[in-house]
C-alpha cells in the first residue's frame, strides 16, 4: 500500500514544480535569416483608417419593422395579461397538487364517505328533472344532508354562518324593496 502511495503522489508532486529550460541552437546549423511578424503572410496590418458604413434598410426590413411597430400594442397587452393570469394559474396548479396528495394520503373511511355525498348529489339531479332551478337547488342540497350526516359539527357551523348571512341579504333586499316602494309611489 505504502508503495503505491509513493508512486501516485510522486508524478503528481512533480506537476507542481517549475524550472526553466534553456535551449541553444545547435552548433553545427547553419544561421537562419529570422522574419520579422509583419513579414508574415498569416498577420496583416490593418488599415489605419477605418470607417463604418451602414448598409441602406431593404423593404423587407422596413416591412418588418412597420408590421412591429403595429402589433406593438397587442404584444405588450399579451404580456400584461399573461403576468395577470400566471399567478392564479400556478395557484390553481398548487391547489390540484395539494388535493392530490391529500387524495394519495387520504384519512381512513374518506373514500366511502365521498360516495356517498357524490351519490347524493346524484339524487338530487335524478329528482331536479324538467326544471333548471330544481337542477341547481336539489343536488347542493341532497349533498349537503349526505355531508351534514358524516360531519354534524362542521354542518351546524356551516348553517348557522349561512342563515346569519341569509338573513342579512334578505334584510338588505327588504330595506331596497322599500326605499323603491316609497320613492315610486310617493311621487303619484
Known amino acids: 500500500m505504502f508503495k503505491v502511495i509513493q508512486r501516485c503522489v510522486g508524478p503528481a508532486s512533480l506537476s507542481l514544480l517549475t524550472f526553466r529550460v534553456y535551449a541553444a541552437p545547435k552548433r553545427d546549423s547553419p544561421h537562419k535569416n529570422y522574419m520579422k511578424v509583419d513579414e508574415l503572410s498569416l498577420y496583416s496590418v490593418p488599415e489605419a483608417q477605418s470607417k463604418y458604413v451602414e448598409e441602406p434598410r431593404t423593404q423587407l426590413e422596413e416591412n418588418i419593422s412597420q408590421l ?106 327588504y330595506i331596497v324593496v322599500e326605499d323603491l316602494w316609497k320613492e315610486h309611489f310617493q311621487k303619484l
Request: glycine letters at 12%.
Open 68 to 173: 412591429r411597430h403595429q402589433c406593438e400594442p397587442y404584444t405588450s397587452w399579451c404580456q400584461e395579461i399573461y403576468s395577470q393570469t400566471k399567478p392564479r394559474v400556478e395557484r390553481f396548479v398548487q391547489w390540484g397538487l395539494d388535493n392530490y396528495d391529500y387524495l394519495q394520503n387520504a384519512p381512513p373511511g374518506f373514500f366511502p364517505r365521498l360516495g356517498v355525498i357524490g351519490f347524493a348529489g346524484l339524487i338530487g339531479l335524478i329528482f331536479a328533472r324538467g326544471s333548471k332551478i330544481k337542477k341547481l337547488v336539489y343536488p347542493p342540497f341532497f349533498m349537503g344532508l349526505g355531508a351534514s350526516i358524516y360531519y354534524p359539527q362542521q354542518a351546524i357551523a356551516f348553517a348557522q354562518v349561512s342563515g346569519e348571512k341569509l338573513y342579512d341579504w334578505g334584510l338588505r333586499g
